[in-house]
Nanobody, 115 residues
Framework: QVQLAESGGGLVQPGGSLRLSCATS????????VNWYRQAPGKERELVAG???????YYLDSVKGRFTISRDNAKNTAYLQMNSLKPDDTAVYYC?????????WGQGTQVTVSS
């Protein structure tokens, strides 16, 4: 059974940083597309960052210049580096990995930005 274990969330003050990790148990992790989503209370889940079909990286407008996605295929792990955090970034953050056949979600990790 495939497992995605997210970690790195927590409470941080405005302006602070967090790095979320998404460790997976899938084989051939390098073949998976990795996207990061978030869902704030009372709002729909939204795509935060992920690769585009053209080879670039999509970032939600509100996080551009502050968030960065990366991955380490040797460690079967993806990351979301979040800097200059704002209260509006408060949400549950989800890792999603997918191929044309498979689509897996993590359990989510809570990020709370508050003073």
């Amino acid at each position: 059974q495939v497992q995605l274990a997210e970690s790195g969330g927590g409470l941080v003050q405005p302006g602070g940083s967090l790095r979320l990790s998404c460790a997976t148990s899938v084989r051939l992790f390098s073949t998976y597309i990795v996207n990061w989503y978030r869902q704030a209370p009372g709002k729909e889940r939204e795509l935060v960052a992920g690769p585009t079909s053209g080879g670039s990286t999509y970032y939600l407008d509100s996080v551009k210049g502050r968030f960065t996605i990366s991955r380490d295929n040797a460690k079967n792990t993806a990351y979301l580096q979040m800097n200059s955090l704002k209260p509006d970034d408060t949400a549950v953050y989800y890792c999603n990995i997918r191929t044309s056949v498979y689509n897996f979600w993590g359990q989510g990790t809570q990020v709370t930005v508050s003073s």
